[in-house]
RNA sequence: GGCUCCGUCGUCUAGCGGUUUAGGACGCCGCCCUCUCAAGGCGGAGGUCGAGGGUUCGAAUCCCUUCGGAGCUACCA
């Protein structure tokens, strides 16, 4: 299965455990980049060698998620590709080969030491030489015909590689640490197939990258200290040693090692959040690489286009979720109306389902600001037609309430908050703390206010125009010896609810003037007692 | 314990012996803009480069020691 290895060939290789966490997703990242600038190839294989958790819905889990980061890969599940098959699973076959290979080479032996005697001379050794240093190879010293008849007598066994005698420092180069060497003698003679017969991870590796002929190595620095180990497989096997890259450790806030603790830690998680792709991609590309130290913002096309591992960095990095936030905020800014509607469909769905069918008008109390976050309630079938149709009915609607949020938004997410009172109809739910605040502030005038613009807006003369609307409104100011903000706060409030809304007068300009003259009256009535 | 790696503003980073009074970004503070909130613009605080020794005319950049952090040390991956 020697596979013509011209240009750079690149692997990623995640068990389908679940999700994809964000270190693994880094990591993809980083094949899929350097592929790209190499003008090479993009190797996808799955690691499904634990049989329960892969999963045919694991596998699809991370496909899915490699695809909604748009990571395409040259070869992989669902492509093909000449060196498959791309799941281990697989593969046995390879890696039964490759066993057969050590074993005439005499660079592998059979091991018959169980689990528990190893164990016990674990434990002995951390106890009274303060350390383990290693299987003691007491198999190593069996004759080789004695091995074969405890084989042969079906007696459990595994194979180890025979780490050669007198052999000097172990070295590689790594595009990232530089040239690494490690000594010799504190190698173990690794298990390389288990008792049952299935490879350690160790060895299916090296066959994988041997057979599918990847050049560069590039993973987890968890991986750094097996390499050495590995560089012996190949050494055994006859094979040329690839370039490896080892990409420094994702931490969490507190300096340790990111995991659930942390809060999201999987891409789906951040999907679900209201983060776009390309963010995530720009970010976790910086995170622990950079173009030049100065730009922060960039497209696909220039990570793919100027990706070099000699720019990677050895540090771990803290995931820091604020900067993925102002970065997911500049890629909603950029993203257009017509995709933001269609990846903002859950969050629209729900604003829209919550004015649906209109309420009657009221004051609510102010949430408070460390409120439980319960899991909203799924909406129902019947609420999902309801926006549905709504959607097809006014489609530029929706379009049109990208840029009421687009600069205010940090996630997808929260447009159904933002949003929610574009889709009250005549009604309005008006903020406890809006309207002590501001309708009824001492010495405001804001009932007065109020009746002058709900004039204005009533005045069917008027164009119903954002600009027409806000001049009317505002050339109040003078006559009535106003702020424009006392002036314009309290019809904000009777109009959104709030006392902080998205532009008031491009809201209102795509609502009808009569759900918007409800909206005022109800307020007027319900915090003044006043029509 | 052994092996290995890392250490520049709170965070992500630039820096590869002199062009550095250590640059950019997030966050923070202030100002401007302004009907709110944002966005945007401008400005500011914040690192003496983990510490201590060298080498050198000159070091964040080279060497040594030291401290701190991390990973590996499985019939897990």
């Known amino acids: 299965m020697a596979q013509p290895t011209s240009g750079v060939r690149v692997r990623f290789a995640p068990s389908p455990t679940g999700r994809l966490h964000i270190g693994g997703a880094r990591t993809a990242i980083y094949n899929w980049a350097f592929a790209r600038a190499t003008g090479g190839t993009f190797i996808l294989l799955i690691e499904d060698t634990d049989p329960e958790r892969s999963t045919e819905e694991n596998v699809q889990v991370i496909l899915n998620a490699m695809k909604w980061l748009e990571l395409d890969w040259d070869e992989g599940p669902e492509v093909g590709g000449e060196a498959g098959p791309y799941f281990q699973m697989q593969r046995m076959g390879t890696y039964a080969d490759a066993l057969e290979q050590l074993k005439a080479a005499g660079a592998a032996y059979p091991c018959f030491c169980t689990k528990e005697e190893l164990d016990q001379k674990r434990a002995l050794a951390e106890k009274t030489e303060g350390g383990y240093a290693g299987y003691d190879r007491t198999c190593r010293a069996l004759d080789e015909k004695e091995a074969q008849s405890r084989i042969d007598a079906g007696e459990p066994h595994v194979w180890r590689l025979a780490v050669p005698e007198?052999?000097?420092?172990?070295?590689?180069?790594?595009?990232?640490?530089?040239?690494?060497?490690?000594?010799?003698?504190?190698?173990?003679?690794?298990?390389?197939?288990?008792?049952?017969?299935?490879?350690?991870?160790?060895?299916?590796?090296?066959?994988?990258?041997?057979?599918?002929?990847?050049?560069?190595?590039?993973?987890?620095?968890?991986?750094?200290?097996?390499?050495?180990?590995?560089?012996?497989?190949?050494?055994?096997?006859?094979?040329?040693?690839?370039?490896?890259?080892?990409?420094?450790?994702?931490?969490?806030?507190?300096?340790?090692?990111?995991?659930?603790?942390?809060?999201?830690?999987?891409?789906?998680?951040?999907?679900?959040?209201?983060?776009?792709?390309?963010?995530?991609?720009?970010?976790?590309?910086?995170?622990?690489?950079?173009?030049?130290?100065?730009?922060?913002?960039?497209?696909?096309?220039?990570?793919?286009?100027?990706?070099?591992?000699?720019?990677?960095?050895?540090?771990?990095?803290?995931?820091?979720?604020?900067?993925?936030?102002?970065?997911?905020?500049?890629?909603?800014?950029?993203?257009?109306?017509?995709?933001?509607?269609?990846?903002?469909?859950?969050?629209?769905?729900?604003?829209?389902?919550?004015?649906?069918?209109?309420?009657?008008?009221?004051?609510?109390?102010?949430?408070?600001?460390?409120?439980?976050?319960?899991?909203?309630?799924?909406?129902?079938?019947?609420?999902?037609?309801?926006?549905?149709?709504?959607?097809?009915?006014?489609?530029?609607?929706?379009?049109?309430?990208?840029?009421?949020?687009?600069?205010?938004?940090?996630?997808?997410?929260?447009?159904?908050?933002?949003?929610?009172?574009?889709?009250?109809?005549?009604?309005?739910?008006?903020?406890?703390?809006?309207?002590?605040?501001?309708?009824?502030?001492?010495?405001?005038?804001?009932?007065?206010?109020?009746h002058a613009c709900r004039a204005v807006l009533a005045d069917e003369g008027n164009a119903w125009e954002c600009a027409v609307l806000e001049q009317k409104c505002k050339d109040l100011a003078e006559p009535l010896d106003m702020k424009l903000r006392n002036l314009l706060q309290p019809l904000r409030v009777a109009f959104s609810g709030n006392m902080v809304s998205p532009p008031l007068f491009e809201s209102i300009e795509l609502l009808e003037r009569k759900d918007v003259l409800a909206r005022i009256d109800a307020c007027l009535d319900i915090v003044f007692g006043s029509k």
């Open 166 to 450: 007198n052999h000097g420092p172990i070295e590689f180069e790594d595009a990232v640490y530089g040239h690494m060497s490690f000594p010799a003698e504190v190698m173990d003679d690794m298990i390389l197939v288990r008792s049952d017969g299935s490879p350690t991870y160790n060895f299916a590796v090296v066959c994988d990258d041997v057979n599918m002929g990847i050049t560069h190595v590039i993973r987890g620095d968890d991986h750094l200290s097996n390499t050495p180990k590995q560089v012996l497989i190949y050494e055994a096997l006859g094979k040329p040693v690839p370039t490896f890259a080892h990409l420094s450790m994702i931490l969490g806030p507190d300096g340790k090692k990111l995991s659930k603790r942390h809060g999201a830690t999987s891409v789906e998680e951040y999907r679900d959040r209201g983060f776009l792709p390309d963010a995530m991609v720009n970010f976790l590309a910086l995170l622990g690489w950079s173009l030049d130290g100065e730009t922060t913002i960039m497209s696909r096309d220039v990570i793919c286009g100027n990706f070099s591992l000699d720019r990677v960095t050895k540090k771990d990095a803290v995931f820091d979720e604020t900067k993925l936030s102002w970065m997911n905020g500049q890629y909603i800014q950029k993203m257009g109306a017509s995709e933001w509607v269609r990846k903002s469909w859950p969050w629209l769905a729900r604003a829209f389902s919550e004015g649906y069918p209109y309420m009657h008008s009221a004051i609510i109390p102010t949430p408070e600001p460390d409120e439980p976050s319960t899991e909203p309630e799924p909406l129902t079938e019947e609420q999902w037609a309801a926006f549905d149709d709504d959607y097809a009915a006014h489609p530029a609607f929706y379009e049109a309430l990208y840029p009421l949020v687009a600069e205010r938004e940090t996630s997808l997410t929260e447009c159904e908050s933002k949003l929610a009172y574009m889709f009250w109809g005549p009604c309005v739910w008006l903020d406890e703390k809006s309207v002590n605040k501001i309708l009824r502030k001492e010495g405001a005038r804001a009932e007065e206010a109020l």
